[in-house]
């Protein structure tokens, strides 16, 4: 991988090795400097598949998989199928199979899922409540951008919660050791990007916050996939404000969730929140329990016409 040191991988290489496990840059690298030969690779597992090509992968996944034998055999791993994956398994592989282990809504049951609306000025506030407040000694706390990441962590060092971000800016020794130190259960909060979040494995991780909503369902797919993991059970919290409102009902029906919406007691909402749907309005007929003209039954005689054409006008001005 990169940010560690090339030729003491040159050095094992050159020893004999059976795996590999690289990033596409650094494998590349090391083909393009003679260091490593794929020709005789047979074998190729492509983890995190979906989040790979999103990225900008699928150029050097193209070119390593040209390089390896012809004979070779792909497996690529995901918790989401796109349609980037499905191109190059339409390009690369021959009769390509799809293993499903698990749905991804067969894990719910594990999962205890709670949502707080909230003002969209209090949100920091209350996020550090519920992490103050909690027992959990290990909180994954999911964030949009690197810039709020790195605002989380200055927010909570400032209320006493000892916290670190990772993203795609912070040094790779400096995300391993903050990941070290959350494990260690050194700090209580860890402050992730999606891309950075992806793959962590906290073994028995007990909570994960979506301090802001991901663009898409299969990004909450995978935030959520880090707890309630290997049979143990998890909680998430999602916090919204009102522009998350729509979204969130999205992403409920999408996975088939049903999340109780709660106002924390000490947060009383201030932000003008959506117009309730107005149920329809019954007719004054219906709710002194009339019976509509169509259905009286019909009089003979000028005294009954007369009380016809009335109710009818009656009826026209309601």
């Known amino acids: ?108 049951s594990l999962i205890d899922h709670k949502a707080y609306k909230i003002d969209v000025k209090k949100k920091k506030e209350l996020v550090t409540k519920l992490v103050k407040e909690s027992k959990d000694k290990q909180i994954l706390l999911f964030v949009n951008k690197k810039d709020a990441a790195n605002a989380a962590q200055e927010h909570f060092a400032a209320h006493g919660v000892k916290s670190a971000p990772i993203h795609g800016e912070i040094e790779y020794k400096q995300r391993i050791q903050a990941i070290k130190d959350f494990r260690n259960k050194k700090i209580q909060v860890l402050i ?28 909450f797919t995978h935030r959520v996939g880090r707890t309630g993991r290997a049979g143990n059970k998890g909680e998430v919290i999602t916090i919204l404000t009102v522009e998350d409102y729509n979204h969130f009902t999205k992403i409920e029906r999408d996975l088939k969730l049903n999340v109780k919406r709660e106002i924390h007691e000490d947060f009383p909402l201030k932000d003008r929140q959506p117009r309730q ?7 004054l007929s219906e709710k002194k329990g009339r019976k509509t003209p169509s259905t009286e039954p019909k009089k003979t005689g000028a005294k009954s016409k007369k009380t016809t054409k009335r109710d009818a006008n009656r009826s026209f001005r309601r």
Do not use: W
């Open 277 to 283: 749907k107005l149920q329809k309005k019954k007719k």
């Open 192 to 219: 992730a990007t999606d891309i950075a979040g992806r793959g962590l494995d906290i073994e028995k991780l007990p909570l994960v916050i979506n301090y802001s909503l991901p663009e898409t369902t299969d990004d």
């Open 1 to 108: 991988m990169g940010g560690t040191s090339k030729s003491k991988q040159e050095q094992i290489i050159s020893g004999g090795i059976d795996i590999i496990v690289a990033t596409p840059g650094r494998l590349l690298d090391l083909v393009e400097n003679e260091i490593l030969d794929l020709s005789s690779v047979n074998y190729l597992v492509l983890d995190e598949a979906d989040t790979m090509l999103e990225m900008g992968f699928i150029e050097e996944i193209e070119e390593i998989f040209s390089l390896c034998s012809p004979y070779k055999q792909i497996v690529m791993c995901s918790a989401t199928i796109s349609q980037n994956i499905r191109k190059v398994a339409k390009e690369f592989m021959k009769d390509p199979v799809v293993v499903q282990v698990h749905d991804r809504r067969d894990t719910v």
